[in-house]
């Protein structure tokens, strides 16, 4: 067995691992952003029923669902967010007004949509700290909101310049633990799988997909949110609370 070279690449999950994600107010914040666009719509002259934003909750709902259950989504397939935004737009009659204030309508509501995770107060200084190790840093993330919006998100809290690259399931196609999803991310990295650590709180995504792939893994340790079993079990390389240890677990093991 080849011997493992050293880390030269981190990757990184996003929602409860740079920022928190779990009992977040997904739903009033999804609600806001729906509603927020509805009005905007009507603003433009587009004919938007009172439903709108309750019709678009329950279609967004029922497609994550779908996407996150392994009997429903057993092949791992992201679902077309940006696609089903252009339906609802398009059903109110968005395509008779001006575009551009479309546009500007659409970019309000899918940045209040990434508000739904909220920065933990040491990423920014634990993503300078690996980038002045010298540290490739890439971002791999199962989210379903726009590319742009997600990158937006980086930019409006201080962490897009010290991101390399970003892997995610919105534009890939693919959820993790799908090969096709990390192979993205090792594709841009420019290294071998081993070379990489990807951090994340998933026991079954984040790690036993980042292991299956040939990365080294560390899970970033969470409670009530997956099974004590399941996080017993998935075995990473390291495990950490905070991010600021991540130094010290690539001296280890790096």
């Not at 989504?73 to 008779?96: C, K, T, Y």
């Not at 001006?98 to 634990?126: E, K, N």
Request: aromatic share 8%; glycine share 8%.
């Amino acid at each position: 067995m080849a011997t493992p070279r050293r880390i030269s690449t981190v990757t990184l999950d996003w929602g409860d691992t740079l920022a928190a994600n779990h009992g977040m107010p997904y739903l009033v914040t999804q609600r806001r952003a729906f509603e927020r666009l509805g009005q905007d719509l009507a603003t433009l002259g587009c004919t938007v029923p009172t439903t709108f934003a309750a019709q678009a909750m329950a279609d967004l709902e029922g497609d994550w669902r779908r996407s996150i259950d392994p009997l429903q989504n057993p092949d791992h397939r992201e679902f077309d967010f940006g696609a089903m935004l252009a339906g609802w737009v398009n059903a109110v009659g968005a395509i008779e007004c001006d575009m551009h204030r479309v546009q500007q309508a659409i970019t309000r509501c899918t940045a209040r949509l990434t508000d739904t995770v909220i920065p933990f107060g040491d990423s920014v200084a634990a993503l300078s700290m690996l980038k002045a190790r010298g540290y490739r840093i890439g971002i791999l993330s199962h989210t379903p909101w726009p590319g742009d919006a997600c990158r937006e998100w980086f930019a409006r809290h201080g962490m897009a310049g010290y991101i390399d690259f970003y892997s995610l399931s919105c534009e890939v196609g693919w959820i993790k633990p799908h090969p096709r999803h990390f192979q993205h991310a090792l594709d841009q990295s420019g290294v071998r799988a081993d070379q990489i650590l990807h951090v994340g709180d998933h026991p079954l995504r984040d790690i036993h997909g980042a292991r299956a792939h040939g990365f080294r893994t560390c899970l970033r340790i969470t409670e009530n949110i997956y099974s004590p079993d399941a996080l017993h079990q998935c075995k990473p390389d390291a495990e950490i609370l905070h991010l600021r240890e991540l130094l010290e677990v690539l001296e280890r093991i790096g």
